[in-house]
């Protein structure tokens, strides 16, 4: 028992000391975060109290005892004022009300610490600390259970209401687990000692409760945008049942076999470890995959869902060009809404060019009263801001969307609990979804909002690449494939390339092929963070142009929460091998620059290496990982690279093209020339050292034909 409280000891103050480190370092803005690392650090000390007399014996302990019973006071008004402003959105209990309470605390504090009338003697009997209580420990008792019904009540208050009906159902998780840690406290604190006489829990019960409580309210106060206390627990009850079921019966087989030696027994080592290695791998073979399966089960029933909803857009995608077609689309990817987040309504807008607006298209469920939204909207801003999927909660919680109240109350006024916005390959918004209320009356759930985004792009691209294919065949161009790839190029490579602090970019792109599909460009994720993508879908005509479209499209309507090469390759790997339009692959290069960080991820699939030319070494050096084409491989993972910008550079990228021009003799472009260009003019812009390369592959090639698409980007980082 001993080395267990000492454990639950040291294990509770190192992690109320990373609680302290993690809010003062990364949320010490906001005033929740604030006070609930005073909190955390205010345990340390309570919980050292406990622990301090493991290792001094001669330590007064009367003078320690009161100090711990005063920490305890003070921990407990202050888990009570901390209750009074979460969630930092909310409104937070006037500052006159906080000041009252917290008098009974503060003078009980400096009481209990200072005199002896709270505790009147203690002493250590090598497990646990005991105690004589002084005169007036009904009064410390007092406004320790008026602290505690305040937390109870104030959360409780909350909980029903608080006008964000998404965060009171976490809340009723947090509110929840509050309470069974006060429960072990009041258990171990109280009932524990003065009805059973057993005082040696008291030490092991208070740790345990306050490394319950940060815990839990450490993750509630980390991101209240994107909560999921249902999975947090269950993840909780899973490890923790791996650990019991792992630990104990091993330790079990060990301790028997040990006393049946002793007891003159013989049973081999042998066969003692192989029991042990049995029923070890009998459970984590057997048991646990099925304890995993169950903890994921909503998860794995979303994903299955949504794997029968992208074959079902397949099918209909083959009857492309036929009268029904549109029918076929809509009935397909709004009627599943139903099936897949058990929705009772949903509506589509898509925008009308001759009337600038936003007009119904499509409804299941009860028809909405919203039927025509104007292009200049409030509404149609905050989905181009937005660009991603918005829920109802985060016009509460995040500060983007929090300024538009107008929208809010048309959200709330029509039962919208989820927007869904729609882009085309410029960025200009196309349509907009309406998702109404679940079947069961709840808010939607983490992942379900999480499978609504990945919906979000896979309607978007299959819409998209429809209008943008009916738009070509309505040119009258579908028949000749050349026309057809020139029109899908004009209409995918940038004329201009994004830029962000610190980064400027230009390109260069020749149209030597109407078979090429080559592609590249460049998005803005939010004012730190770039993307960008380059892609070579071989040269194979219409299909490598509509696969390139098809990467455009995805990567366009990428949201802001992609913002590592590995979420966007994985993206446009899965949107690429569950393609109708054409079953080919492209070789790709992606890479994200951070402009706070000054650092670059980057991952190669397949594609030629990003060549980096440092400043002030005069070197250069390649940046490449190892990566198979997107679109051969649904489940590869992609993997990347960093690189942390120490000084002025200038970066290269460059397709394959590059190496098929050749002059009159037939020697090949060298990447060697481009090289020395920039080696040669570094003090100049992008967009100048494109002119030079330019010039040079001209000058010479001039008398002879290039029959490959080339593409090239320079870019900057200061």
Partial sequence: MKYIIILCCFLTIFYALYVVLVNVLKRFSYAVNRWFSFIALLTAGMISCLLVPFFIPNIEITELTRWYFALIIIINQAFFHYTQIFPRWEKKSPLFIIIISAIPGVITFLYTGATNSIILSASFDGLH??????????????VFIFYIMGTFLTLYYKVRRLENTSFRYQLFYVFMGNHIGALIILISFIIMPYVFKRFEYHSLGISLAALMLLYINNYAISDERYLNFKEFYLKIVYYGVVLVFTVIPTYWILVNSYRYFLAGGQIPAVAVAFLNFVYLIFFTRIIQPYLEKWIKREYAGLEKRFNEFIQALSQVEEFEGDPTYWDRFFTTTMDSLEYLFNVTSASFLMYNEPEKAYILSHTIGQPPQVKRISADDSLVQLCQIAKTTIHQSLFYTDEIIKPFDDVLALVKNNSIEVI????????????????????????????EIEFMELYRVKFNSALVNSLQIEEVKSKQIGEHDNLVVSAIKNSIIPRQMPYIDH?????????????????????????NALAFLISDCSYSGVDAAVLALELYAAFESLSPTYDTPEKIMQLLNWVVCTSKFTERYATSFCFTFNSELLSLKYINAAFNPLIIYEIQNDSFIELDTKGIPIGIEKDFIYESKEYVIKGPCIGCIYSNGITGAVNQTGQPYSIGRIKDLIRLHNSESPALIIRRISSDIDTYTSNTAVKEDISIIIFRIE
């Fill in 129 to 142: 600390i005991q105690f004589v209580y002084g005169q007036f420990i009904v009064l410390y008792l007092i």
């Fill in 503 to 527: 980064i400027r970019i230009s390109s260069f792109f020749m149209n030597n092929s109407n078979l090429g599909g080559e592609f590249f460009n460049a998005k803005v994720l939010h004012k």
């Fill in 420 to 447: 869904l916005p729609c882009f085309d390959q410029s960025g200009k918004l196309i349509g907009i979804l309406f998702i109404g209320p679940h079947k069961k009356g709840r808010p939607y759930t983490f992942n």
